[in-house]
C-alpha cells in the first residue's frame, strides 16, 4: 500500500480525538508566536503509548516508558533557547516537576510548616506558612525559577496524548502546524511508539469477559462457556483445558516516512530514537532506520544503559558518534547494567576489525576521538542536546546558503 494511501487507511479508521482541535488552537497561536521571534522550536515526544483491547477500554498493552529522556531532555532544550512543545503521555513525567515527582520521597517530604506568625495567619495561631525544608531550597528555587522562566515567556506548551491512535493524529497536526517554523523545527521523537495495535474493526466493543455468560446476557441462542467467549480480533486455541487469551495484533503503519516527506516543514530536522536489548544488533537496526526514512539523526540505546550512554548515527561521516557519561559521574540505576556500556560499540568493531576503546577512553575522552565526554553533571542528556543543537544549526545554515 502506498504511503499515502495507508494514512488515508488508517486515519479513517479511528475518529479524531476530542481535543484535537483545542490542541490545534494551542499549537497555532504557539509556534505563530515564536516565529515572530524567529525562534527555534522543538517537539519533544516523550512516553508510552498504551493500545486498547476494547473500544470502551478497561484493558490495554503498555510499555515501560516513564517519560524521562523526553523530560529532562525538553528542560535542556529550553537551557539552549529553543522553545518546547511538550507532546507527552498523560500522567508521565513532566519538565522540571520530574525532580520531584520521580523521586523516591513522598513530595511532602521535601515540605515543612514553619512556626506561625501573627502577620501570616492572625485569626488562626495554630495555622503557620508552609515552606520547602533548609536542605531542598536551593535546589528546588534554581528549578522553580526556570520552570516560571520558561512559562511566563511562553517558552513551554504542554500538549497530552494516552493511547496510539490519539499519538499519530496529535502528531500528524503538530507537524503541519509547525510548517511556518520552516528550518527553525527540530523533531525530537523519544516517546516509546507501539509496534503492534488492533484494528478498530476487529476490536471488542466491550470489557473482554473472563468467565462464564449465562444465556439470558448474550445475544447468541446458547449460554457461552467460558472457552468460548474471545470476541472481536481475538483467536482461540484450545490446547488445554485451561482458559487463554491470544492477542491478535497488527503492526502500526510506519508513518515516519510521512512525517519526513509531507507532514512536517522544509527544511526542518527529524531525529528518531532507536532502542534495543540486544547490543549486537543497536547501530545496525539504527543504520537501517535511518536509510529506511531517510531522516536526519537516530539515536540508538540499550535500555540496560541507555542512562550512560547513546550513539548518534547520521547519513555522513563520521556516521557513528557514541556519547557517554563519564565513569566517575555515572548516576546510580535500578535497572541499568555498568558493565555493559561499551558492548553495542564494542560488537560494531569486531564486526569490522577494529579494536573497541578501552574503559579508560570513556573517562578520558579524545578530540576527534569520535566520543563525547561529560562536561557537566551527570545526566546523558545534558550531553546529547548540545551536540544536537550543533547539527540543527549547521542545517540551517546549510539551508539558508
Given at each position: 500500500m502506498a504511503h499515502a494511501d495507508s494514512e488515508s487507511a488508517y486515519f479513517n479508521n479511528y475518529p479524531p480525538p476530542k481535543a484535537l482541535p483545542k490542541h490545534e488552537s494551542l499549537a497555532k497561536s504557539f509556534i505563530d508566536y515564536h516565529v515572530e521571534s524567529n525562534r527555534r522550536v522543538v517537539l519533544v515526544t516523550s512516553g508510552g503509548t498504551t493500545v486498547p483491547l476494547e473500544n470502551q477500554t478497561v484493558r490495554f498493552i503498555d510499555n515501560f516508558s516513564a517519560g524521562t529522556r523526553g523530560a529532562?531532555?525538553?528542560e535542556y532544550f529550553l537551557q539552549e533557547g529553543y522553545a518546547v512543545i511538550f507532546f507527552h503521555r498523560q500522567y508521565s513525567l513532566l519538565p522540571y516537576s520530574r525532580h520531584y515527582s520521580h523521586s523516591t520521597n513522598c513530595f511532602l517530604d521535601f515540605m515543612d510548616e514553619a512556626s506561625p506568625t501573627p502577620l501570616y495567619n492572625s485569626n488562626n495561631s495554630d495555622h503557620g506558612p508552609i515552606k520547602v525544608r533548609n536542605k531542598y531550597q536551593d535546589e528546588m528555587r534554581d528549578v522553580?525559577?526556570?520552570y516560571r522562566y520558561a512559562k511566563q515567556n511562553n517558552r513551554l506548551l504542554l500538549i497530552p496524548y494516552t493511547t496510539v491512535s490519539e499519538y499519530l493524529f496529535e502528531l500528524r497536526m503538530l507537524a503541519k502546524c509547525m510548517k511556518p517554523l520552516g528550518p527553525n523545527a527540530l523533531f525530537y521523537l523519544a516517546a516509546a511508539v507501539s509496534d503492534f495495535f488492533i484494528p478498530r474493526d476487529r476490536?471488542?466493543?466491550?470489557k473482554i469477559q473472563s468467565s462464564e455468560i449465562p444465556k439470558e446476557f448474550s445475544n447468541n441462542d446458547e449460554a457461552v462457556g467460558a472457552e468460548d467467549i474471545y470476541t472481536g480480533g481475538f483467536e482461540q486455541k484450545q490446547a488445554t483445558s485451561s482458559k487463554k487469551l491470544v492477542v491478535n495484533l497488527d503492526p502500526v503503519p510506519k508513518f515516519l516516512q510521512q512525517l519526513v516527506d509531507g507532514w512536517s516543514p522544509e527544511g526542518s530536522m527529524i531525529v528518531s530514537f532507536k532502542l534495543e536489548t540486544d547490543p549486537n544488533i543497536l547501530v545496525?537496526?539504527?543504520?537501517?532506520a535511518l536509510k529506511r526514512y531517510a531522516h536526519h539523526l537516530v539515536i540508538g540505546n540499550l535500555l540496560s544503559t541507555?542512562?550512560?550512554e547513546v550513539v548518534f548515527v547520521t547519513p555522513d561521516a563520521p556516521?557513528?558518534?557514541w556519547i557517554r557519561v563519564p565513569?566517575?559521574?555515572?548516576?546510580?540505576?535500578i535497572s541499568g547494567v555498568e558493565d555493559q556500556v561499551g558492548l553495542a560499540e564494542a560488537a560494531k568493531r569486531a564486526g569490522s576489525q577494529i579494536a573497541p576503546s578501552?574503559?579508560?577512553?570513556?573517562?578520558t575522552p579524545k578530540e576527534g576521538d569520535g566520543h563525547i565526554g561529560a562536561r557537566e553533571g551527570s545526566e546523558i542528556e545534558s550531553l546529547i542536546i548540545p551536540e544536537l543543537v550543533k547539527l540543527h544549526t549547521n542545517m540551517i545554515v546549510k539551508f539558508n546558503q
Open positions: 529532562t531532555s525538553a522553580l525559577r526556570k476490536m471488542a466493543e466491550h545496525y537496526k539504527a543504520q537501517t541507555r542512562k550512560w556516521y557513528e558518534r565513569k566517575s559521574r555515572r548516576s546510580k540505576s578501552t574503559p579508560e577512553d570513556d573517562d
